[in-house]
């Protein structure tokens, strides 16, 4: 039990300011003397506006001192502002507090946030009968036949393919009950390859004496077991069913922030699987961020001694949470191998993100020598809060830096991209660098935007040369510099994704409104996540129709790879709030992936969804329950 208690309440608000109380009360014996309050939050404070104390904000980290003395039993509280429109969710507020005095150091406990108008609403989704044969995503083509194929123990797998290989080694891990075992004569389950199948299409036959997948690569055969498993039931058997399918979209993908909080190894490899069983087939692995480097780079330590780490008297201060003690972790070139493997038996295909120029705090901590400015007095202040975090296009360290990592990370990852982030540099940076902006009259580059093309540029370059295309949010093609060749993925709206389209790039939708994992599921101020996008039912997530204004005949439908659901972890650090945020709006996107959009239906994929969800629970996966 904390000996210390924190209450924040919302005192006032307008639509665009916010007011709080802050309390703490003592209820330990000791007087906090000297002392100073720990607490993180997402949003920026105010500083001068605390009317007790004085606060510093590094990110989500802050810090108050200059407090009077805290005997037992009393209550401190100070107020403070936000420039905010009203609040809507607890975890707008603090996640974690702790206090230091001269003595010692003591956890604190910290209470909901009280909001002046909280939504308790939730509502409901009508109740559905559990679909028997329950498929998601919907296929194209299916026929349900009478009977059922009955498994036995041991049956054996005949694969007449390699290609089929992988696919079938997973149907025998994942139902080990069965003791599936592989085969080359002609048995009752079979892998065979079709000449006349498209590439990412299958065919799924099974009677009452057989079962046939079909394809003609190997993530044919891996969405066929993809099938399969979702319809062997309880009793070891299957319905007969007829099956013809092939996905709406080529690229469907799923990106995951293990910068913001660290993902081990085996709920990164969950969530891969999780990715191959509802049919996607890009994993996109945000590696680096300012709050964490988490990828081993050979030759630079620092990145990874000093970058995966933070804590309150490290380079990298605490963040979000866990915020009391040594906080971090990072993969080994060895782990990320394996990842890859095993991504690729699963049909996936796993993107690195490397994030630059911009959300490169943790790499400028931990490689001052190369990537810090001193000469550089801009000042400007990042969305997440900070004002040393990207890499200057004028040192030769930041080009030397990127040599060395984008060698390495092209030779980890066989994928032919690599994608460069590029998001969110924030106004005012590079203007007070005498480099930079000599740089700029050298090239009579007419704004910062420039020289971040000029960085960019530099660095697509340098992929090519390793034989990757370059990939980069919609940012990435500010200041015009960067190639046709570079794929952009949009995230603030659909809309600069068609605008990238019709200027002739390749395109990815990642639109927040839709596809952000880590939006709120509901009005309801006790559900966690964001909602910057807007808050995200899992029905509003089901009806996104992509470029559903543009007329089917318009040309920039061919622009358009796929879409991609993502998940950013600030307020994710552990393996259950993850599946909270994943499930079921994963299955729900993978349908807007895969299924034709005349196909879909709501409540047809709610019976679906419901079956589903009993799987998830046998399994021993979370995930938030659309009916409760
Ligand atoms: C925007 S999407 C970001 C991330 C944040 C996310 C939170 C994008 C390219 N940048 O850095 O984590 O919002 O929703």
């Not at 049956?155 to 007449?160: F, H, N, R, V």
């Not at 004496?209 to 055969?221: C, V």
């Not at 191998?337 to 038996?345: H, S």
Request: proline residues 5%; contains cysteine.
């Amino acid at each position: 039990m904390s000996l210390f208690r924190l209450n924040l309440k919302v005192v006032n608000e307008t639509q665009q300011r916010t007011r709080f109380s802050l309390s703490i009360i003592n209820l330990s014996a000791v007087t906090l003397n000297d002392w100073k309050l720990h607490f993180s939050i997402t949003r920026f404070l105010e500083s001068q506006s605390f009317t007790l104390g004085s606060c510093s904000q590094v990110g989500s980290f802050c810090t108050v001192t200059r407090l009077p003395n805290l005997k037992p039993a009393d209550t401190m509280t100070t107020e403070f502002e936000m420039l905010t429109p009203p609040l809507q969710l607890q975890c707008d507020g603090i996640l974690e507090a702790f206090v230091v005095s001269s003595e010692d150091e003591y956890s604190v406990e910290v209470m909901p946030l009280q909001l002046m108008q909280p939504t308790t609403k939730s509502p409901t989704i009508a109740p559905v009968k559990a679909a028997t044969v329950a498929i998601i995503p919907k296929p194209n083509k299916l026929a349900v036949k009478p009977g059922h194929f009955q498994f036995s123990r041991g049956e054996s797998l005949a694969i007449t393919t390699e290609m089929a290989k992988d696919a079938a080694l997973w149907l025998c891990e994942a139902q080990q009950t069965l003791h599936l075992n592989l085969s080359q004569m002609e048995d009752r389950i079979h892998f065979k390859q079709c000449d006349t199948l498209k590439a990412q299409a299958y065919q799924l036959d099974i009677s009452t004496d057989k079962i046939s997948i079909y394809a003609n690569s190997k993530q044919g055969f891996s969405h066929g077991v993809a099938t399969l498993l979702q319809l062997i039931n309880d009793n070891n058997s299957a319905p007969c069913v007829e099956i013809s399918d092939s996905p709406a979209y080529d690229y469907r993908g799923m990106m995951l922030d293990c910068a913001r909080h660290f993902h081990q190894i085996e709920q990164v490899k969950l969530i891969i699987e999780q990715l191959a069983r509802y049919k996607y087939n890009h994993f996109h692995w945000h590696l680096t961020d300012d709050e964490g480097w988490r990828i081993e780079i050979k030759g630079l330590p620092e990145l990874t001694d000093i970058g995966a780490w933070r804590a309150i008297d490290l380079p990298l201060t605490a963040q979000f949470r866990h915020i009391q003690s040594k906080y971090g972790g990072f993969y080994t070139q060895q782990q990320i191998t394996d990842v890859v493997n095993y991504a690729q038996r699963r049909g996936i295909t796993v993107i690195p993100e490397i994030d630059i120029p911009g959300h490169c705090r943790a790499a400028i901590k931990s490689l001052p020598q190369l990537l810090l400015d001193s000469d550089d007095h801009s000042v400007y202040r990042s969305v997440q809060h900070y004002n040393d975090n990207v890499l200057s296009p004028a040192l030769a360290g930041t080009y030397q830096f990127l040599d060395h990592v984008l060698e390495q990370v092209a030779t980890l990852f066989p994928a032919p991209y690599v994608h460069i982030g590029a998001d969110e540099v924030p106004e005012g940076v590079w203007t007070k660098s005498p480099r930079c902006q000599a740089l700029m009259k050298k090239h009579h580059y007419a704004d910062e935007k420039d020289l971040q093309g000029h960085l960019l540029r530099y660095v697509e370059n340098k992929l090519h040369s390793l034989g990757k295309r370059m990939l980069g949010w919609e940012e990435a093609q500010h200041g015009g510099k960067v190639s046709q060749q570079t794929v952009i993925y949009s995230w603030q709206s659909e809309q600069a994704a068609i605008d990238c389209a019709r200027q002739g790039f390749d395109v990815v939708l990642q639109p927040g409104q839709y596809t952000y994992l880590d939006m709120a599921q509901e009005f309801d101020e006790t559900e966690p996540g964001f909602y910057w996008a807007n808050i995200t039912p899992l029905k509003h997530a089901y009806h996104y129709q992509p470029l559903q204004d543009i007329p089917p005949t318009d040309p920039i439908h061919k622009k358009v790879w796929g879409i991609q659901a993502g998940l950013w972890c600030e307020l994710i650090d552990n393996e259950q709030k993850l599946q909270y945020m994943v499930h079921p709006r994963l299955q729900a996107i993978a349908e807007v992936c895969w299924t034709q959009a005349d196909d879909k239906e709501w409540t047809d994929f709610l019976s679906r969804l419901k079956t589903d969800l009993q799987r998830l629970d046998r399994r021993g996966m979370t995930y938030r329950n659309p009916w409760h």
